[in-house]
């Protein structure tokens, strides 16, 4: 193993020029298209997934009024943060993204902006590909039970969910090519789903809910007597299906023509997310037979009673095909994006071993450790799952709370640093600065709601872990720093940081 400084062609390209402009050498393989770049945010952020495997959550925290015009009103705001992420994403894109970004904007606490900024991001990333493995887990364990009558207990939920694990981190070795092609068959795979779940549901059933229910039932199940509150809670299942389209930053090292693609991938996956999941959600909640009976279903899943209920049990079964078929798409985009994630942070010296998890295999441009650091931590992330029947939901909270204020602290200093800041290609004008600081507000008012209690009475089975996974990982970050990142943890010298040697690397095996 050598470390090493290539050219060959993609030196002389214009996305390898401007990438060295920025520090770093092109390593990874750029074989992903504009449309490949869009299709993996498209998939991460995955209706099918987000608002399926938190349906049940949503009918208990507001009921499908809150699902509804909560879907209505997270979607705008995140179309504001999305836009405003990809706006410094024209400027910087690199694979290491927001921390790169936040350390380039912080001024003269630039690298303890970009160390805690990319902790924050690396803790989201990761909790999202277990949330998203645990939800496929969750559904393929209905599935099952429809079809050979298997009990979904929370061990066999926990095997399927590391078969998922490990058959995403042997797709993901499989290089970037694979990945893209994978994420481009998902965007028609989630358009067309999309389209014929809700076309089944809207026109099988004899009898649907009426408008009113749909749009204005309100379910506060939560044990907190306060309707205001538990209407709060019930926004996670949008914000967190609304997660992960920083994947298009991540990938930029590898796409063509990033500064605008990755920008442009950024928001055309919210804004076709926005309305496809409507499409879904309002199909869903007007094809409920009963209720009570959906919320209880012994398949484990909601969503599952409703296709049983609604179109019968074959049906319901080629339905959940549909629905495992997206979200498996939607994990191996997630792991892509948060290998690259803990290959970037690695070659920047920040993470324990970074020596080994920034190494790339020469012959498919993938970093392979970090493939597999990414499913391994995922896998330990949703072990608490197998103890407590509400962890799947601090899970969930973790991908939000952890990913969430990452997205907001280079938006953040792109506001500070407004009058010096260069926009890339893809900008928003004079609508940047506005902009960012209604994103910088929203952020900081998920985070806070979604580290509250979600159930009452609050014991060791209803208590919300992911405020303690947030301090646990700020905690670590803060003491790796003490120990080692002061001393390894450099970003490259760029025109703007010229005159010192980062020592920052990467490895090829």
Same mark, same amino acid.
């Given at each position: 193993?050598?470390?090493?400084?290539?050219?060959?062609?993609?030196?002389?390209?214009?996305?390898?020029?401007?990438?060295?402009?920025?520090?770093?050498?092109?390593?990874?393989?750029?074989?992903?298209?504009?449309?490949?770049?869009?299709?993996?945010?498209?998939?991460?952020?995955?209706?099918?997934?987000?608002?399926?495997?938190?349906?049940?959550?949503?009918?208990?925290?507001?009921?499908?009024?809150?699902?509804?015009?909560?879907?209505?009103?997270?979607?705008?705001?995140?179309?504001?943060?999305?836009?405003?992420?990809?706006?410094?994403?024209?400027?910087?894109?690199?694979?290491?993204?927001?921390?790169?970004?936040?350390?380039?904007?912080?001024?003269?606490?630039?690298?303890?902006?970009?160390?805690?900024?990319?902790?924050?991001?690396?803790?989201?990333?990761?909790?999202?590909?277990?949330?998203?493995?645990?939800?496929?887990?969750?559904?393929?364990?209905?599935?099952?039970?429809?079809?050979?009558?298997?009990?979904?207990?929370?061990?066999?939920?926990?095997?399927?969910?590391?078969?998922?694990?490990?058959?995403?981190?042997?797709?993901?070795?499989?290089?970037?090519?694979?990945?893209?092609?994978?994420?481009?068959?998902?965007?028609?795979?989630?358009?067309?789903?999309?389209?014929?779940?809700?076309?089944?549901?809207?026109?099988?059933?004899?009898?649907?809910?009426?408008?009113?229910?749909?749009?204005?039932?309100?379910?506060?199940?939560?044990?907190?007597?306060?309707?205001?509150?538990?209407?709060?809670?019930?926004?996670?299942?949008?914000?967190?299906?609304?997660?992960?389209?920083?994947?298009?930053?991540?990938?930029?090292?590898?796409?063509?023509?990033?500064?605008?693609?990755?920008?442009?991938?950024?928001?055309?996956?919210?804004?076709?997310?926005?309305?496809?999941?409507?499409?879904?959600?309002?199909?869903?909640?007007?094809?409920?037979?009963?209720?009570?009976?959906?919320?209880?279903?012994?398949?484990?899943?909601?969503?599952?009673?409703?296709?049983?209920?609604?179109?019968?049990?074959?049906? /319901?079964? %080629?339905? +959940?095909? *549909?629905?495992?078929? $997206?979200? &498996?798409?939607?994990?191996?985009?997630?792991? =892509?994006? !948060?290998?690259?994630?803990?290959?970037?942070?690695?070659?920047?010296?920040?993470?324990?071993?970074?020596?080994?998890?920034?190494?790339?295999?020469?012959?498919?441009?993938?970093?392979? /450790?970090? %493939?597999? +650091?990414? *499913?391994?931590?995922? $896998?330990? &992330?949703?072990?608490?799952?197998?103890?407590? =029947?509400? !962890?799947?939901?601090?899970?969930?909270?973790?991908?939000?709370?952890?990913?969430?204020?990452?997205?907001?602290?280079?938006?953040?200093?792109?506001?500070?640093?407004?009058?010096?800041?260069?926009?890339?290609?893809?900008?928003?004008?004079?609508?940047?600065?506005?902009?960012?600081?209604?994103?910088?507000?929203?952020?900081?008012?998920?985070?806070?709601?979604?580290?509250?209690?979600?159930?009452?009475?609050?014991?060791?089975?209803?208590?919300?872990?992911?405020?303690?996974?947030?301090?646990?990982?700020?905690?670590?970050?803060?003491?790796?720093?003490?120990?080692?990142?002061?001393?390894?943890?450099?970003?490259?010298?760029?025109?703007?940081?010229?005159?010192?040697?980062?020592?920052?690397?990467?490895?090829?095996?």
């Amino acid at each position: 193993m050598t470390n090493t400084q290539p050219g060959g062609p993609d030196a002389l390209d214009p996305d390898a020029l401007h990438l060295k402009s920025l520090g770093y050498n092109q390593v990874l393989h750029r074989r992903m298209s504009p449309f490949g770049n869009f299709a993996i945010s498209f998939s991460v952020i995955s209706v099918l997934s987000g608002c399926m495997t938190l349906f049940g959550y949503g009918l208990t925290h507001g009921g499908p009024a809150v699902m509804l015009w909560g879907w209505i009103a997270v979607g705008a705001a995140v179309l504001v943060v999305g836009a405003s992420l990809a706006e410094v994403t024209s400027a910087y894109p690199t694979s290491g993204a927001l921390y790169f970004q936040a350390e380039k904007l912080g001024g003269k606490h630039g690298r303890r902006w970009g160390w805690y900024t990319g902790w924050l991001n690396l803790l989201g990333l990761l909790g999202a590909i277990a949330g998203i493995d645990y939800g496929a887990a969750l559904f393929t364990g209905a599935f099952l039970n429809l079809q050979w009558g298997i009990e979904p207990t929370t061990g066999t939920i926990m095997v399927i969910y590391l078969c998922i694990l490990a058959l995403h981190a042997g797709l993901n070795l499989g290089g970037v090519h694979l990945v893209s092609i994978l994420n481009s068959v998902s965007v028609w795979w989630h358009l067309v789903g999309v389209a014929v779940i809700a076309g089944a549901l809207l026109l099988w059933p004899a009898q649907h809910q009426s408008p009113r229910f749909v749009f204005g039932h309100f379910v506060n199940d939560t044990g907190f007597a306060n309707p205001v509150y538990a209407a709060c809670l019930g926004l996670l299942l949008a914000q967190y299906t609304f997660c992960g389209y920083d994947a298009s930053a991540h990938l930029s090292e590898e796409t063509r023509d990033a500064q605008r693609s990755a920008a442009q991938g950024i928001v055309r996956a919210i804004g076709w997310s926005w309305l496809a999941g409507f499409v879904l959600l309002a199909s869903l909640l007007f094809a409920i037979q009963d209720y009570a009976g959906t919320q209880n279903s012994a398949t484990g899943v909601p969503p599952a009673q409703i296709f049983i209920d609604a179109l019968g049990v074959t049906a /319901a079964k %080629v339905l +959940l095909l *549909v629905v495992i078929g $997206a979200q &498996l798409f939607c994990g191996n985009a997630e792991v =892509a994006a !948060a290998s690259r994630m803990a290959f970037a942070f690695s070659r920047d010296g920040a993470l324990p071993g970074s020596n080994l998890w920034r190494r790339v295999s020469t012959r498919t441009g993938t970093p392979v /450790a970090a %493939v597999w +650091l990414s *499913v391994g931590v995922a $896998a330990v &992330l949703a072990l608490p799952s197998l103890y407590s =029947a509400t !962890a799947y939901a601090a899970i969930t909270s973790i991908n939000v709370i952890g990913i969430t204020p990452a997205y907001a602290i280079p938006i953040f200093l792109r506001w500070r640093s407004r009058r010096t800041f260069q926009p890339g290609p893809w900008n928003l004008g004079r609508w940047g600065a506005p902009a960012a600081i209604v994103a910088v507000c929203w952020v900081v008012a998920v985070t806070l709601l979604f580290c509250l209690p979600q159930t009452n009475p609050i014991n060791v089975d209803t208590f919300n872990y992911a405020p303690i996974a947030l301090v646990c990982v700020l905690l670590l970050a803060f003491i790796w720093y003490r120990v080692s990142g002061h001393r390894n943890y450099h970003l490259p010298p760029t025109p703007r940081n010229a005159g010192r040697d980062t020592g920052s690397h990467y490895e090829t095996i």
